[in-house]
Antibody, heavy 117, light 110 residues
Framework: EVKLVESGGGLVQPGGSLRLSCEAS????????MHWVRQVPGKGLEWVAV???????HYPGSVKGRFSISRDNGKNSFFLQMNSLRAEDTAVYYC???????????WGQGTMVTVSS | QSVLTQPPSVSGAPGQRVTISCTGS?????????VHWYQQLPGTAPKLLIF???SRPSGVPDRFSASRSGTSASLAITGLQADDEAIYYCQSYDNSLFYVFGSGTKVTVL
């Protein structure tokens, strides 16, 4: 069974930093593109970052320059470093996987990030 | 403001058929990128429901089907059941914006 488990969420002040982690099991991790998708409670889904199997990364304009995605294939894990956090970054952050496709096949359970003073 | 447009809500009685539309543009659905559909039950993470033209992951009943035409796509649920109550999102790829989602449609079983 493929499983993704996020960790690292919490409360952080505006302007602060937080690092999210996602550990994968049940898949050949190095072959997968890995994503972060967020959801403001009660609102829709927003794609946040992707790191390809080759290590290439992409971000939407809303987080580019502030967020950084990375991966450690030896630990079947990938990460989201979030800097210069704003109140509007408050959301549940999900990790998700895709393989040779442009869809999100498996999702983690999510971790809540709250940016507030 | 979501790139893909969905109706906020649809409803139907048990056993009925409901459809959810997803309208994009020539930079995403209209250029030929696949449309995928996700189901989000209350308090849970989204789950892939339909991918590609009309393919279902293992375990998804064939009561769920999808189609597309031009810059739009749609999800149909036949034989509506109480546990189909959820929010449904469409998703595609955009030449400029990468991965894009619809605004979500809440399905209510009357």
């Amino acid at each position: 069974e493929v499983k993704l488990v996020e960790s690292g969420g919490g409360l952080v002040q505006p302007g602060g930093s937080l690092r999210l982690s996602c550990e994968a099991s049940g898949l050949t991790f190095s072959r997968y593109d890995m994503h972060w998708v967020r959801q403001v409670p009660g609102k829709g889904l927003e794609w946040v970052a992707v790191i390809g199997s080759a290590g290439d990364t992409h971000y939407p304009g809303s987080v580019k320059g502030r967020f950084s995605i990375s991966r450690d294939n030896g630990k079947n894990s990938f990460f989201l470093q979030m800097n210069s956090l704003r109140a509007e970054d408050t959301a549940v952050y999900y990790c998700a996987s895709s393989q040779n496709s442009l869809r999100f096949s498996i999702w983690g359970q999510g971790t809540m990030v709250t940016v507030s003073s | 403001q979501s790139v893909l447009t969905q109706p906020p809500s649809v409803s139907g009685a048990p056993g009925q058929r409901v459809t959810i539309s997803c309208t994009g543009s020539r930079s995403n659905i209209g250029i030929g990128y696949d449309v995928h559909w996700y189901q989000q039950l209350p308090g849970t993470a989204p789950k892939l429901l339909i991918f590609g033209s009309d393919s279902r992951p293992s375990g998804v009943p064939d009561r769920f089907s999808a189609s597309r035409s031009g810059t739009s796509a749609s999800l149909a649920i036949t034989g509506l059941q109480a546990d189909d109550e959820a929010i449904y999102y469409c998703q595609s790829y955009d030449n400029s914006l990468f991965y894009v989602f619809g605004s979500g449609t809440k399905v209510t079983v009357l």
